[in-house]
């Protein structure tokens, strides 16, 4: 009140108001997000969670022609060992037959075991064809029972609604018969 | 001076569209912008608004809690643990949640006494302090069920105690209390219905706090000096007191959030860390500060009174502690309300106060040799400063000359525009 600055004067309409008005105002929004953020951040995943966010699996008790589902971050993921003939199926599509174009060795790392998140990419149901006996849809990899999703022995969409291939998670060999997926 | 309700004048044609079919704006305008309130109002006014803000605060940070909280025996203290180790921010905001609690009642304490001083109860304003009692006995069940739920061993002892209490009830105590454990002792049924009442309530609460809010707004603010005021002597909510409402929450935020910071476990017990144990009592229970003086009131009662065993007594004298306030505008005879203007009255409202706080240090403490009587003492006193001083002191007290209006103490003679 007693200041005798230039500043005081109204100049332009009050440049010091103006100046104070908005200093105000970004302390209201910048302290109004700051406190509205952990009522956000606390739905995202807790620790606990996040420190369950990787699995190992043992490859030894997989026997060639089969495949196991494991579990992994609440979703399956199917662990396949596949056969030569798989493989060779698998590789023997040219890409322009693919609606989702990938080279069967960008999805594996040892083309024997073949690692994909197990839901379906249309609308999240998981597909049969893991387990001896169930259908494995007409290219002889995956079907879908909800809506008729067919998937090769690489996991790629080749039939139905779905528009993606079955995605392939980070993981890392371990060992010759220990994977880490995650 | 702009004092008179002003119509609301809309010029932007969607928000007409929308007033001409639910006239919710012009509610709003009426209640929180051009709203006549006393121009003389003190900070002691902020703490209404403020109770409502620590209301929203609660019920926001205890849904958000409830998101990740587990209402098992086997879980529930591992999840309030998960809470404060796991979830992202969990330990702010339950801190948030559990000093939220002890400054409501600290908040809304404070607003009681301001009405006792300023006699806020008085007509027509009785039915306004009767929600507002109703409110506070609706906070004290939330806030006891709301303690039982981390499930630490103050949680489990406070939840027998406390649910006993109704075992003092002739005949049917001993079912009353089966029925309201939903078994022979506190368990897994006990701990599921009180977080689902603990949930509820404060819901109950926030449409109780609309009625008190409607009663308020029939006949607007008491204020300082306590006389009915003209126009002239209000002014509009906004901006003077949504300002002020403002500036008294960010002085509240101070404190709160000091405790929730730098002192976030000083109001709680320690041992409720330690997970609920049905063996084994620890050596001195007590409740929450926020329910000491109850507490030392239910203990004073140790002696049989005709034919009501000590038990009862004790637990009937802490239930009227409370209920003696729904009688409170009949019970204070005098015309006068604020103790501006009764200067014997303004000597025995702080002897009350000092008398709830030597309650609530004899809660506080285990009720042994000198501070028995003490607490015997006090207790008859909160009671005969109800029952016995109001009525009389009504009738005896001579009162100060009350003003006409508030410009006659304010301005000189004949002085007709209020001070800026």
Redesign the interface.
């Given at each position: 009140m007693a200041d005798t600055t230039a500043s005081v004067e109204p100049v332009e309409g009050g440049k010091r108001r103006d100046f104070l008005e908005l200093l105000t105002w970004s302390t209201v929004a910048v302290g109004t997000a700051a406190a509205i953020?952990?009522?956000i951040?606390?739905?995202?995943p807790?620790?606990?969670?996040l420190a369950l966010a990787s699995v190992e699996v043992d490859l030894s008790k997989i026997p060639p022609g089969s495949a196991i589902k494991v579990m992994w971050r609440g979703k399956p993921v199917f662990v396949r060992h596949r056969t030569p003939e798989e493989i060779a199926e698998a590789r023997a599509v040219p890409l322009s037959e693919l609606r989702d174009p990938e080279p069967d060795s960008a999805r594996v790392k040892k083309p024997e075991w073949l690692i994909m998140v197990g839901v379906c990419t249309h609308l999240g149901c998981i597909p049969l064809g893991t387990a001896a006996g169930e259908p494995k849809g007409e290219y002889g990899g995956w079907f879908c029972p909800c809506h008729g999703s067919h998937y090769d022995t690489s996991g790629r969409i080749r039939k139905g609604p779905a528009p993606t291939n079955l995605p392939v998670p980070q993981y890392t060999f371990l060992s010759d018969t220990l994977v880490r997926i995650g | 001076m702009a004092s008179d309700v002003e119509p609301m004048v809309l010029k932007n044609p969607t928000l007409r569209w929308i007033e001409e079919r639910l006239p919710i704006l012009s509610f709003g305008y009426r209640h929180l912008v051009a709203y006549p309130t006393p121009r003389n109002l003190s900070y002691w006014w902020n703490f209404g608004s403020l109770a409502g803000m620590i209301l929203v605060i609660q019920i926001?940070t205890g849904v958000?809690l409830a998101?990740?909280y587990t209402p098992h025996v086997a879980h529930a203290f591992d999840s309030v643990e998960?809470i404060m180790?796991?979830?992202?921010?969990?330990w702010?905001?339950r801190y948030l949640h559990s000093n939220g609690a002890s400054m409501f009642f600290a908040v809304v304490y404070i607003h009681i006494f301001r009405g006792l001083y300023y006699g806020s109860y008085k007509a027509p304003r009785e039915l306004l302090w009767i929600i507002g009692v109703v409110i506070l006995f609706l906070m004290m069940m939330t806030a006891f069920m709301g303690y039982v739920l981390p499930w630490g061993q103050m949680s489990f002892w406070a939840a027998t105690v406390i649910t006993n209490l109704f075992s003092a009830v002739p005949l049917v105590g001993e079912s009353i209390v089966t029925w309201l454990w939903g078994g022979f002792s506190v368990d897994n049924p006990t701990l599921n219905r009180f977080f689902s009442l603990h949930y509820l309530l404060p819901f109950v609460i926030v449409g109780v706090v609309f009625l008190h809010l409607a009663a308020l707004h029939t006949h607007g603010s008491n204020n300082p000096v306590g006389i009915d005021l003209t126009k002239k002597d209000k002014i509009p909510f906004h901006p003077y007191y949504t300002v002020k409402d403002l500036f008294g929450f960010a002085v509240f935020l101070l404190v709160y959030l000091g405790l929730v910071f730098f002192a976030p476990d000083l109001l709680g017990h320690p041992d409720n860390y330690i997970p609920a144990n049905p063996l084994v009592t620890p050596a001195h229970i007590v409740p929450e500060w926020y329910f000491l003086p109850f507490y030392a009131i239910l203990r004073a009662i140790t002696f049989d009174i005709l034919f009501i065993p000590a038990k009862l007594g004790g637990v009937i004298a802490m239930i009227a502690s409370i209920a003696v306030l729904f009688f409170l505008p009949w019970l204070d005879t005098s015309k006068v309300r604020s103790a501006r203007y009764r200067p014997i009255y303004r000597i025995f409202f702080w002897i009350l106060v000092a008398d709830c706080f030597v309650l609530g240090y004899v809660g506080a403490n285990p009720p042994e040799g000198w501070l028995v009587t003490l607490g015997q003492i006090a207790t008859l006193w909160y009671f005969a400063h109800f029952l016995v001083v109001l009525p009389i002191l009504g009738k005896l007290e001579r009162p100060l000359p009350v003003p006409e209006s508030l410009s006659a103490p304010v301005l000189p003679r004949g002085a007709a525009v209020p001070a800026e």
């Open positions: 953020w952990p009522f951040h606390q739905m995202n807790s620790a606990d969670v | 926001v958000v998101m990740h998960h180790r796991d979830v992202n921010w969990g702010l905001l």
